[in-house]
């Protein structure tokens, strides 16, 4: 008994382990996604095609750039799917003069951005909180000749510079950052936005499903998945759950075998009691009760104890297998699940040896007294 036990938790443990290290992974690296900024961009539609590549912008074509209406943006809170919408960040883009060169300000609704943006916060200075606060790129300020604390005037209104962003390699680092409202007074286009980043990171999220239901809502907009990254990361992961499955596959048989061999034995063994209790009046109902009811309980005690066991060593193995990574918990349901396995496997694996006990010959169970 004490064999049939040792392989249920060592099945049940290998199982939960396998189940809690993914689960973990999952999440983790769903947390890491999260930090990558948006990944649905929301733009008005254009006939005509970009003429810049990796930062380099050749021109040679000048049109009329359209705005969505920021009234329309909570249309996007509507679709089927907006429970898995993170963060809606809009933004105005536009031309300004600042100390004789044109430079992009950007209009942005700050707690939104910095929701999106995590990385903005390794910045020189405080966020801007007031409509009369901005924040520099930093290309933009060496450029310009700025720093934090310093005063700039845009359209004859002054703006207290109150940060400078940290080098991002990107647009950014050349912009004004400014308060949406205000960027709206300054450009002359109250009540408009140019863009939208989407944030829609969650497990299991239907990125391609959300961007079609953006976009039967904003017929004018062209709404684009930049999913190619999460995909990769995904598939990463769904890989190791087909492996984490496969192993489960194989060790579940194992202990399953490793029941009946052990269960035969002790059926077995226990031929004398076995025909007594057919002497005494004891049915064949009754000696398939008593085996099954026995593999029952012991399933019920390797199933959890091969829970505990799993999760101490998944909690264990989380550092190593993820540098920083942290434990996703115990989780309940798969208790009851592991606990549910681990007796269907004893009961499955134990109603061939009952079957051979309730059919004993009580003589010859007797002749060996």
């Known amino acids: 008994m004490l064999f ?16 809690s290290i993914t689960d973990s992974m999952t999440r983790d690296i769903e947390q890491r996604l999260n930090r990558f900024g948006a990944n649905i961009v929301m733009v008005p539609k254009t006939e005509s095609l970009s003429l810049s590549y990796g930062g380099i912008d050749v021109g040679g074509v000048n049109y009329s750039v359209r705005e969505l209406d920021q009234a329309k943006l909570a249309d996007i809170r509507t679709i089927k799917d907006s429970k898995n919408l993170s963060v809606v ?35 020189d200075g405080i966020f801007p909180e007031k409509e009369d606060e901005v924040m520099l790129g930093s290309q933009a300020a060496e450029l310009l000749g700025f720093k934090a604390g310093d ?23 050349d912009a004004v950052i400014a308060d949406l409202g205000a960027s709206q007074k300054i450009l002359g286009k109250a009540g408009k936005i140019s863009m939208v980043e989407i944030s829609a990171f969650c497990q299991g999220c239907p990125i391609s499903e959300m961007t079609l239901q953006i976009a039967e809502k904003f017929p004018d907009a062209k709404v684009t998945a930049m999913k190619q990254a999460v995909m990769s990361k995904m598939q990463s992961i769904d890989m190791f759950k087909s492996f984490s499955l496969g192993v489960s596959v194989i060790v579940v048989l194992i202990g399953s075998l490793l029941v009946f061999v052990t269960m035969m034995g002790s059926v077995n063994e226990r031929t004398r009691e076995i025909g007594i209790f057919r002497a005494i009046g004891f049915r064949r109902g009754h000696v398939m009760q008593i085996i099954l009811l026995e593999a029952m309980l012991l399933g019920v005690i390797g199933g959890i104890l091969g829970f505990v066991t799993g999760n101490g060593i998944a909690y264990g193995l989380m550092p190593i297998v993820i540098k920083d990574g942290a434990f996703a918990g115990i989780d309940s349901y798969l208790g009851i699940v592991s606990i549910l396995m681990a007796v ?9 040896p009952a079957f051979k006990a309730s059919n004993m010959d009580p003589s010859e169970a007797l002749r060996s007294l």
């Open 89 to 123: 960040a809009p933004k105005l883009l536009g031309p300004v003069t600042v100390n004789g060169r044109t430079v992009l300000l950007m209009g942005v609704l700050f707690e939104e951005e910095l929701a999106l943006k995590t990385w903005w916060h390794k910045s």
């Open 4 to 19: 049939l036990v040792l392989g249920l938790v060592i099945g049940v443990s290998t199982v939960v382990t396998l189940l």
């Open 344 to 352: 269907a496997l004893s009961l499955l694996a134990s109603l061939y």
């Open 151 to 173: 005063t700039l005037v845009l359209s004859g209104i002054p703006f207290k510079i109150t940060a400078i962003l940290n080098s991002t390699g990107s647009s950014e680092d």
